[in-house]
């Protein structure tokens, strides 16, 4: 795996609109950016309500994620080329959703909706129509997620990154600040955690740093290559971002992503927490 | 949740006493720039948020006391203002030259 298996530029996706076998997504939680404009023939996913189980803190099942798919028009052979705002945070959570369950053919589009529109590039309104399929997924890849007792059991023995930004590492904001800050957890972080924050993974455009860039990067902050490693954030998606820089770019072995993350862990009684 | 709430629009329902809210807009040539990328930057230049322009051109933030820059990036070009706020609401404007 690199990171031209997993990455492609934005005048790739252009030029590649419309090929058979290929399918564009554009992942959101303000799905109105897509109905606003998208990539011609790209498909929506809504970052909440399509991904997330609509009762309990979790993700949709693997049937669901199946119906959700099949409905989409997205088959197992097809490349999905993933693609959002927010510096393709989402997109980024979608990817290593779709990895979770089994999907073989994934990639990203470098700088996602944000660099697509900076540089003017043509956006469509029209909803593809697209025949639906018999999606099938497989059970969750459980070595690139990680649950909370693992991350407790983490401390001072892998690698746990926090990706938030400093000021919600060290517990002055607790959540990013396009967010009202009221919360219900505690501020802080894990013991033993670096903070290493999304965004020095990527230029403003939202592409990411070239490898050589992303290698210095984590190991001027102290990442220990010889460990096993966790990334977190608030609601693990910006720590999918992460996950996907050491994992699919670097190609780091051993890294999950704690989705729980700091909602999760911030809110668990017991647990310590260093400020 | 972590998509940003509709950009502009009124601060009804945003406690003023306890929030710490940076909002604008980003201008061009004597009219707004809808559209925008405008990220909150803390005082070590370090990325905290991100927004785009409503319409009118409208970005908001809830922060905490403190120095801060605000960047935007258009496809007409980059501008920046450095502001000190406190809770409550604080208010700017950067200029896209």
């Known amino acids: ?275 | 949740m972590c998509g940003a709430p509709k950009q502009g629009g009124t601060l009804a329902g945003v406690d003023l006493n306890t929030q710490t809210v940076i909002q604008g807009s980003v201008w061009h040539d004597g009219a707004p720039v809808p559209g925008a990328y405008v990220r909150l930057l803390d005082s070590t230049d370090e990325f905290t948020a991100e927004v785009v322009t409503s319409p009118e051109g409208e970005f908001r933030f809830f922060a905490a006391p403190g120095q801060w820059k605000v960047r935007s990036l258009s496809p007409v070009g980059k501008g920046e203002q450095v502001l000190s706020a406190d809770v409550g609401l604080n208010e700017t404007t950067v200029a896209i030259s």
């Open chain 1, 1 to 275: 795996m690199s990171r031209n298996d997993v990455l492609v530029t934005a005048d790739w996706a252009e030029e590649n609109l419309g090929t058979p076998g290929l399918v564009f997504v554009e992942v959101d939680e303000d799905t109105s950016a897509y109905d606003g404009g998208h990539l011609e023939g790209a498909v929506k996913l809504d970052w909440k309500t399509d991904l997330q189980d609509p009762v309990r803190r979790d993700f949709v099942n693997k049937e669901a994620f199946e119906a959700l798919l099949s409905a989409k028009g997205i088959s197992n052979d097809d490349t999905v080329v993933l693609y959002g705002g927010n510096n393709n945070w989402f997109a980024a959570y979608a990817y290593w959703y779709f990895k979770l369950y089994g999907h073989e053919n994934v990639k990203l589009v470098d700088g996602g909706r944000k660099k697509w529109e900076l540089d003017g590039r043509a956006l469509s309104k029209d909803t593809p129509a697209r025949p639906a399929t018999q999606y099938k997924a497989q059970d969750p890849d459980l070595s690139i997620r990680a649950f909370r007792d693992e991350v407790v059991a983490s401390i001072g023995t892998k690698n746990l990154i926090d990706v938030r930004s400093p000021d919600e590492f060290s517990g002055k904001i607790l959540a990013p600040a396009h967010l009202p800050q009221e919360q219900a957890q505690k501020g802080g972080h894990v013991p033993t955690a670096k903070n290493i924050p999304w965004s020095k993974a990527a230029n403003e455009d939202g592409t990411f740093k070239s490898d050589e860039q992303l290698e210095a990067l984590y190991a001027e902050q102290g990442y220990d290559g010889s460990l096993a490693t966790i990334a977190y954030c608030r609601i693990g998606e910006r720590s999918s971002h992460t996950w996907f820089v050491l994992r699919e770019l670097l190609g780091k072995s051993d890294v999950k992503n704690y989705d729980g993350s700091w909602v999760e862990y911030g809110s668990l009684v017991g647990v310590p927490i260093e400020k």
